[in-house]
């Protein structure tokens, strides 16, 4: 389409300019940013401390024609910068990015809603583990990973999967069972009005304020209004804990509004609902 004499687009990448978010402090390129081809269906935001680290994840994922780069970060504020500015579907983030990783994660998606996160480090005990996932992890990986089970991992999270093994969603489940039992109490049955309900299954469905005044006709403001009086009748503090009393207390059971049906179905749930802040 394109006449003889028509320039070849280089393939070099420019470097980064001053005061851009993948620019480090010294001035050094620390995080190259690429154009996204047309036929690129995931697009990937590489978070490492270590520069051959993202260096060798960037080779692997350039033999993969469905998954491309699309920025790097060597820190936080980095990281931070490039969710907000660049459209990115996964987040592959080392967690030693941050003295406080889960804490960073729920930071991220303030920023960038709809990124998926995979967080790379060494090991993981248990309440480390089950934190990541409160705080909308969607998947945890070894650095020790093959590099065809690290793109095997990128798809599957890019398309709404959950990647976690075994021994992770054991502990995933004790977590929420527990706090399901916290909730228990022997405080009188409370009596929620219709609209109360409506919305209870609005948020048990991931939905956010704006989709829930949407779906019943009212205003954010008013849901917020009604979400704290939920929160004051039932004894909990916000969407997740909502949640959970939902499922220990059957509360939608029998309304004709769905409820999530056991443990193994709300871990999916309740990652979506804790990603939610409003």
Same mark, same amino acid.
């Given at each position: 389409m394109s006449s003889s004499g028509a320039s070849k687009p280089s393939s070099k990448l420019a470097p980064?300019?001053?005061g851009d978010p993948t620019t480090a402090s010294n001035g050094t390129e620390a995080a190259p940013v690429e154009a996204q081809p047309a036929t690129a269906s995931i697009r990937v935001i590489l978070a490492d401390t270590q520069a051959i680290y993202r260096v060798g994840t960037k080779k692997i994922f350039a033999l993969e024609d469905d998954i491309r780069v699309v920025a790097q970060a060597e820190n936080l504020g980095q990281v931070l910068a490039a969710a907000a500015k660049f459209p990115a579907d996964v987040l592959l983030f080392e967690a030693a990015i941050s003295p406080?990783?889960?804490?960073?994660?729920?930071?991220? !998606?303030? &920023?960038?809603? $709809? !990124?998926? /996160?995979?967080? %790379?480090?060494p090991e993981n005990d248990e309440d480390t583990t089950v934190e990541y996932f409160r705080r909308g992890v969607r998947g945890l990986l070894p650095r020790s990973i093959a590099p065809e089970m690290l793109v095997k991992c990128v798809r599957k999270v890019a398309v709404g999967e959950t990647?976690? +093994? $075994? *021994?992770? /969603? $054991?502990? #995933?489940?004790?977590?929420? &069972?527990?706090q399901a039992a916290q909730l228990t109490s022997p405080r009188p049955k409370t009596k929620l009005s219709d609209k109360e309900l409506l919305i209870i299954s609005c948020v048990t469905q991931g939905m956010r304020n704006k989709e829930i005044a949407s779906e019943i006709g009212?205003?954010? *403001?008013?849901? =917020?209004?009604? !979400?704290? =009086? #939920?929160? +004051? =009748? %039932? @004894?909990v503090s916000d969407r997740l804990e909502l949640a959970l009393y939902c499922i220990h207390h059957r509360l939608l059971q029998g309304?004709? &509004? @769905? *409820?999530i049906p056991d443990e193994s179905a709300a871990i999916a749930t309740a990652n979506n609902i804790a990603a939610i802040t409003e």
């Open positions: 980064a300019p001053p406080n990783a889960p804490e960073a994660i729920s930071e991220v !998606l303030k &920023r960038a809603s $709809n !990124l998926k /996160v995979i967080v %790379l480090s990647w976690i +093994d $075994n *021994q992770s /969603v $054991n502990w #995933v489940i004790e977590a929420y &069972r527990a009212t205003t954010e *403001q008013v849901v =917020k209004n009604y !979400l704290r =009086k #939920v929160y +004051d =009748k %039932l @004894g309304s004709g &509004r @769905g *409820q």
